[in-house]
């Protein structure tokens, strides 16, 4: 099982977690923000308001959705917090293969962009099932 939590799965459903910044698929939707704004700041100055800012709000929705949908106290309501975080996963993916087919990013940079949100999505679904399995 992957190790979303930074530990064991079933802590979280025992309430060993205390905060959403405990959690992996939190600290990793910081990593992406972060990597997503330096990428973006290469951008052309007719981008800001366009690409950019587009990519940049998926990429801050994803680790914002966590903690909205984890400080709800619910499974079921955190859940759907998780799944909305994982539609940004898949918006960021799109607009990243855009920014790149645009000549926006290269190669290296994309690559990295896709192994962070693949590696995201993957642990918000493995949460996300481990949550309706029990």
């Known amino acids: 099982m992957l190790d979303v939590l930074g530990n064991r799965g079933e802590d979280f459903l025992m309430g060993e977690i205390k905060s ?7 600290r990793l939707g910081i990593d992406i923000v972060k990597a997503v704004y330096l990428v973006t700041r290469n951008f052309p100055k007719s981008e800001t308001y366009g690409l950019a800012s587009q990519m940049r709000r998926a990429a801050i929705s994803i680790p914002s959705n966590i903690a909205e949908g984890h400080n709800r106290y619910h499974r079921k309501e955190f859940s759907q917090f998780l799944n909305i975080a994982l539609g940004s996963c ?12 645009l000549g926006f990013i290269n ?9 962070l949100l693949d590696n995201e999505g993957k642990q918000i679904r493995a949460l996300i099932a481990k949550m309706t399995s029990t």
């Open 107 to 115: 190669e290296n940079d994309f690559d990295s962009l896709e192994n």
């Open 20 to 26: 959403y910044k405990d959690l992996r698929i939190w």
């Open 90 to 101: 898949g918006e960021l993916e799109t607009q990243t293969l855009i920014a790149k087919e």
